[in-house]
C-alpha cells in the first residue's frame, strides 16, 4: 500500500483551482534531453501555476520526496509497492489501485478540479473510475511508435500493460494528445473514435526575454536521445552528404552517443556525437546553432523543435505528421528517409540570406503566437475548466 503523502494546506484564497498531474516518471530537464515526461509535467505545472493554480505533481518515484518545487508545485512522490516478476501481468492492476488510494486522500482534503494522468504502464484505470468527469489522460508518444522502429519484442507483462492502457482509454472521460497527428495516432492503437480525442499543444519558456548574447552562429544541430525513432541515423548521413559550400559545425546532443559512432566512421561522416551536457554546457550550444534539424521518424509532438521556434532558428523537420504541424510554415520540409534533402535544406539556409531570415521571423513569431508557457497554460485551464464555458476548442 502507497504510504500517505506530507500534505501542505493550500491556500484556497489565491488558488482557487488544483490539478494533481500524476506521471510515471519526474526530474528537473535531464542534461542534454529536451523532452520526456519528466519534462512535460514540470513544463505544464509551471504554466498552470502562473496562471493561478496550484498543481500537485503526484510522481512514482522509487527514491522521490515530498515538498515544494516552486510557489503553487509540490513534489508528491508515490511509492508503489513493489511485485514479484512472475506477477508482472497483475503490476498495472495492483499499481493503479495503490496510485488512486493515493489520489484519493489527496483529494479529500484539498481537492482538485482536475486529475491528469499519463498514458503509461497501464496506471490510469482506477483513477479514470475513481475521478470520472474530472480525470484527463494525457497520451504521450506510446510504446507502440518506440517499437516501430526498432527489434525490441513486447514481453508478456509488458502487454499486459498495454491492454490496461487500453482499458484506461475507454474509461476515461477526456482524452488529450499533443497534436492532431498524434490523436489520429493514438485513436488507432486504441480503437477509439479519434474525434473523442482533445488536442492540447505544448508551450516552452522564452528563453529571449533576458536577450541573447551575439556569438559564432554556425552549427547544425540534432537534440534528442540518439535513437532510430528520432533519425540519428538520417542525420549523420546528411552531414556526409559532400557540401563545399557549407562550412557549418554538425553536432549531436543526446544519450546512447556510442550507438552511432560506428555508423558515422562508415560513411565518414562530418559529425561530433556529444553525449548528455551539462545546462551551462547546452546553453552555449543552442547559442552558437544556426539551424535545427529534427528528422525524427515519429513524434508525438516535437519540444525540441518548439525550443528552436523560440529562439528565431530555422527547423528542418519531415513532411508530415506532427512536426509539420508544429513548424508550420517556420520550418524546411523535407521528404522522410531522405538525408540528401536534410543536406540541401542546410545548404539552402546557408546561401540564401533572405530565405534564412524569413525563417527565422517566422520560427519567432510562431512562437510567440502558439507556444509560450502563457499560452500553454491558458490551453490546459481551458480544457480542465471546459472548453464549452468559452465556446473556444482547446487549440
Not at 484564497?13 to 526530474?27: G, N
Not at 509540490?74 to 509497492?81: A, D, I, Q
Not at 527565422?360 to 513569431?365: E, G, I, M, V
Request: one cysteine or more.
Amino acid at each position: 500500500m502507497a504510504p500517505q503523502p506530507e500534505i501542505i494546506p493550500p491556500d484556497p484564497a489565491s488558488r482557487p483551482h488544483r490539478l494533481a498531474l500524476v506521471t510515471p516518471e519526474y526530474s528537473d530537464l535531464i542534461p542534454g534531453e529536451i523532452g520526456g515526461l519528466g519534462r512535460y509535467a514540470r513544463l505544464a505545472a509551471e504554466s498552470l501555476a502562473a496562471q493561478g493554480w496550484a498543481v500537485d505533481l503526484v510522481y512514482t518515484g522509487r527514491n522521490g520526496v515530498a515538498g515544494e518545487l516552486a510557489p503553487g508545485i509540490r513534489l508528491m512522490p508515490v511509492r508503489l509497492p513493489s511485485v514479484h516478476w512472475h506477477l508482472g501481468a497483475f503490476e498495472p492492476f495492483i499499481h493503479g489501485l495503490s496510485l488512486m488510494l493515493a489520489v484519493r486522500r489527496l483529494d479529500a482534503q484539498s481537492r482538485y478540479t482536475a486529475v491528469e494522468c499519463g498514458h503509461r504502464a497501464g496506471l490510469g484505470w482506477a483513477l479514470a473510475l475513481m475521478f470520472g468527469d474530472r480525470f484527463f489522460l494525457r497520451f504521450h508518444t506510446s510504446d507502440t511508435q518506440h517499437l516501430r522502429y526498432n527489434i525490441t519484442t513486447l514481453s508478456p507483462n509488458e502487454r499486459a500493460a498495454k491492454r490496461w492502457d487500453r482499458i484506461t482509454a475507454r474509461l476515461a472521460a477526456h482524452r488529450v494528445a499533443n497534436s492532431r497527428a498524434h490523436a489520429v495516432e493514438m485513436a488507432e492503437e486504441t480503437r477509439i473514435d479519434p474525434a473523442r480525442f482533445e488536442v492540447v499543444h505544448h508551450g516552452t519558456p522564452d528563453p529571449l526575454v533576458s536577450g541573447s548574447s551575439q556569438q559564432r552562429r554556425d552549427r547544425i544541430l540534432f537534440l534528442g536521445a540518439m535513437e532510430s525513432r528520432k533519425g540519428t541515423d538520417l542525420f549523420i548521413k546528411a552531414s556526409a552528404v559532400p557540401m563545399p559550400q557549407v562550412d557549418g559545425r554538425w553536432t549531436a546532443i543526446g544519450r546512447w552517443p556510442e550507438r552511432y559512432a560506428n555508423l558515422a566512421r562508415e560513411c565518414g561522416a562530418r559529425v561530433e556525437l556529444l553525449g548528455a551536457q551539462s545546462n551551462a554546457a547546452l546553453h552555449q550550444y543552442w547559442e552558437e546553432t544556426r539551424c535545427v534539424v529534427v528528422p525524427s521518424r515519429y513524434e508525438s509532438f516535437g519540444l525540441v523543435a518548439i525550443e528552436a521556434l523560440s529562439r528565431g532558428l530555422p527547423v528542418i523537420v519531415p513532411r508530415g505528421g506532427a512536426l509539420e504541424e508544429v513548424v508550420g510554415s517556420a520550418g524546411v520540409l523535407v521528404d522522410p528517409e531522405r538525408p540528401d534533402q536534410i543536406a540541401s535544406a542546410v545548404a539552402a539556409l546557408w546561401n540564401d540570406l533572405a530565405l534564412e531570415q524569413s525563417l527565422q521571423r517566422a520560427a519567432r513569431d510562431r512562437f510567440l503566437s502558439q507556444f509560450t508557457l502563457a499560452r500553454f497554460g491558458e490551453r490546459l485551464a481551458q480544457l480542465f475548466l471546459g472548453s464549452a464555458a468559452t465556446g473556444a476548442p482547446p487549440c
